[in-house]
C-alpha cells in the first residue's frame, strides 16, 4: 500500500484565492487516496474459509469414524472378529460335509426302498399266482369230489399253497412296516436338511456382512485423514513517498 505525506502550508485566503502580479500560480496537485483493500481482505476471507472448511472435513470425518466404532463394538465387532470368522468358516464347512454324508445315506435309503418295493412287487404276482392256482385246485376238487385221493392230493396242495400265501402275507406285512419306517426316515432327514440349508445360508450371509465391515473398518482406520497446511502469506511491502511543495 503506498502512502501519500502532503506537508501542510498556511496561507492566508486571499493568497490561496489571488495570485501575486508578475507570479504563475502554482498548480493544485490532487490527493491521491489509497485504494480500498477489498482484494487482500478477499483473500484472507478465503484463506478463512478454506482452512474452515478442512476443519469442518476434519471433524465430520472423525466423527464418521467414532460412529463406526461404535456401531462396529455394538455389533461385538472386535480384534478377534477374522479369527471367529475363520472358525464359522470351519463350522460351515463342517455342516456342508455334514450334509453331504446325510445326503448320501438318503441315497442309500433310497436305493433301500427301491429294492423293497421290487420285492414287495414280486411277493404281490407270488400271491396272484398262488390264488389263480387255489382257484384252479378248488375247480378241480370240486369236478372230482368222487375221487378221495385226488382229493386228499389236492387238499394237501391246498394247504401248501394257504401256508405260503400266508408266509408271504407276513413278508408283505413286515415289508410295509420297513417301508413305511424309511419313509419317515426320510421325512426326518429331509427337514433336517433343509434346516441345516437354512441355517448355513444365515450364517454365510451374516459371516459376509461382517467380513465387509471388518474390512472398510480396517482401511478406515489404517488410512490417515490428509491435513492441508495453509499457505504462507508473505507480506507487501509499503512504500512512503514524501511530497514538499516547491517555493
Partial sequence: MIQYRVCPRRLDEKTMTQPEPN?????????????????????????IGFIGWLFTIAIAVGLALV????ILYWA???????????????????????????????GQLQTAQAQTLSDLNGARERIDELEVQADALATAA????????TAVALGRALQTAV????????????ERVLVAVVATVQA???????????????????????????????????????????PAVSPTPTSTVQVTPTP
Fill in 23 to 47: 507570479q504563475n500560480p502554482l498548480p493544485q496537485v490532487p490527493a491521491r487516496t489509497a485504494p480500498p483493500p477489498t482484494q487482500s481482505r478477499s483473500c484472507l476471507s478465503r484463506l
Fill in 67 to 70: 460412529v463406526a466404532g461404535g
Fill in 76 to 106: 461385538g465387532v472386535d480384534l478377534t472378529t477374522p479369527q471367529q470368522i475363520r472358525e464359522a468358516n470351519e463350522g460351515v464347512q463342517t455342516l456342508q460335509a455334514l450334509t453331504t454324508s446325510q445326503a448320501e445315506s438318503i
Fill in 142 to 149: 370240486t369236478a372230482q369230489v368222487g375221487q378221495a385221493a
Fill in 163 to 174: 401256508a405260503e400265501a400266508v408266509v408271504l402275507q407276513d413278508q408283505l406285512a413286515e
Fill in 188 to 230: 426326518q432327514q429331509n427337514e433336517r436338511i433343509r434346516e441345516v440349508e437354512l441355517r448355513s445360508e444365515r450364517l454365510i450371509r451374516f459371516l459376509n456382512r461382517l467380513s465387509d465391515i471388518a474390512g472398510d473398518t480396517a482401511e478406515d482406520v489404517t488410512t490417515p485423514t490428509p491435513l492441508a497446511t495453509p
